[in-house]
């Protein structure tokens, strides 16, 4: 399990850093933890949600600087409408 994961986990966030597949992965993921289709199914107690929660927290973590950038940046053009 430990070689199949290390390579799929740098994959995903690989695509999540590059700007072109970063919403794209994001949403694949939201589509991931909707579906009743899992790599660990929801019905096995508690092992069913841990892949769904990896990847959102993953995704969540990778997302959080980008968002946070965006942030600042709206609050930097507002700052400077209301200067002009």
């Known amino acids: 399990m430990k070689f199949f994961a290390r ?3 740098q994959l995903f966030r690989k695509l999540l850093a590059h700007p072109k597949y970063r919403w794209w992965m994001a949403a694949a993921t939201l589509v991931y933890v909707i ?3 899992d790599f660990l199914p929801d019905m096995l107690p508690f092992l069913g949600q841990i892949d769904d929660a990896l990847l959102v927290s993953l ?3 990778e997302l959080s600087p980008e968002v946070m950038k965006y942030v600042r940046s709206l609050k930097q053009k ?3 409408q209301t200067e002009a």
């Open 7 to 9: 390579p799929v986990y």
């Open 35 to 37: 579906s009743p289709f």
């Open 59 to 61: 995704v969540l973590t």
């Open 78 to 80: 507002n700052s400077a």
